[in-house]
């Protein structure tokens, strides 16, 4: 068995094994929500990997793309009783199309330009919707509708879970596959040196576009999902310090790696809960940790594992030569 797909049934029987769980009611509805938000934000930090950790497009957009999915979402289910699954693919597809319009400046601009670019946008976003009116309840928030997924009403936190949990296992397995194949190579090679990649014939432009247009998806779809998790939704759920936190996800989980997304998703999410009891001192605990963790760990908490990895590749090697 190969470590990638240890890696994968390791995921799954933890999936499947915290739904049986949530389940049987023996764990605290808020318990639940924690880990279908950590999930939530685990998949729109896959995508801020692809197009900053992995394309090197510095991007502070996603927060404004969690919005418009989630509001695109909000808007047909309320105002117009579209079914939850539908409106969740057109909430998507929205942010998808608008996110990729940010690879126009991403072809002129990198690095603190590009992120100052991506950071109005977020800026514009969020006023926009705060202008909305009563289609977005403007700066008061939407109430939503009741979501339901083919008449599987998502009306308890495990309902939502069991929701929850099967797209971001889809979002996990088809973003490693992605970064595994022809586009994830060039991509890193592109993030590398865009010289190199001209000259081997990378059309930087298409594979620019692409990065932008699949991260600007998965936020999309994260925001689709956090709508019926919240319920209710406002502008106060999209601020520009929202991108800067997944942008913080990734760097102390690992900026390459979809395992690394995931990793500083789980962090930057549950720490702060964990430390709720300190009160007045939370927040400086939690910065203090984040700071010692980039200091001390550049390669995000991930490469943490890479000594364990090496071992477990030798040992199949020596095992393979006997």
């Known amino acids: 068995m190969t470590i990638r797909l240890a890696g994968i049934l ?43 950790g992995v394309a090197g497009q510095m991007s502070l957009g996603t927060a404004a793309l969690l919005a418009i999915g989630a ?31 940010l690879a126009a400046p991403a072809l002129r601009l990198t690095g603190l330009h590009l992120a100052i670019v991506t950071l109005a946008f977020g800026v514009i976003v969020v006023q926009l919707i705060g202008k909305g009116g009563k289609w977005t309840g403007g700066m008061s928030g939407l109430t939503l509708a ?19 949990a099967i797209v971001f296992f889809a979002v996990a397995l088809s973003a490693s596959a992605f970064l595994r194949r022809k586009p994830g190579r ?60 997944f942008f913080v996800m990734i760097a102390v989980g690992g900026m390459t790696s979809i395992a690394g997304g995931v990793l500083g998703a789980i962090v930057v999410t549950v720490l702060p809960e964990a430390l709720r009891g300190l009160q007045e001192s939370a927040n400086a605990v939690f910065g203090a940790l984040l700071m010692l963790i980039i200091i001390f760990v550049p390669g995000g908490l991930v490469s943490l594992a890479a000594p364990l990895l090496r071992l477990l590749r030798r040992g199949r090697e020596g095992e393979a030569s006997t």
């Open 10 to 52: 390791l995921l799954l029987a933890a999936l499947v094994a915290f739904g049986v769980a949530a389940g049987t009611g023996s764990l605290n509805g808020y318990f639940i929500y924690v880990v279908n938000l950590t999930l939530i934000n685990a998949i729109a930090a896959i995508g801020l990997v692809i197009v900053s």
């Open 71 to 101: 509001y695109g979402t909000g808007i047909l289910t309320t105002h117009f009783g579209v079914p939850w699954i539908v409106a969740a693919i057109v909430g998507a597809i929205a942010a998808t199309i608008i996110g990729t319009l």
């Open 146 to 164: 009741n979501a339901d997924v083919l008449g599987f009403a998502l009306s308890t936190e495990a309902r939502r879970y069991y929701v929850i």
């Open 186 to 245: 060039a991509l890193l090679t592109l993030r590398e040196r865009e010289l190199t990649a001209r000259a081997l014939g990378i059309n930087v432009a298409h594979y620019k576009t692409l990065a932008f247009a699949y991260s600007s998806f998965l936020a999309g779809l994260a925001g689709a999902l956090y709508a019926p998790l919240k319920g209710y939704i406002s502008v106060d759920d999209f601020t520009i310090w929202q991108s800067i936190y």
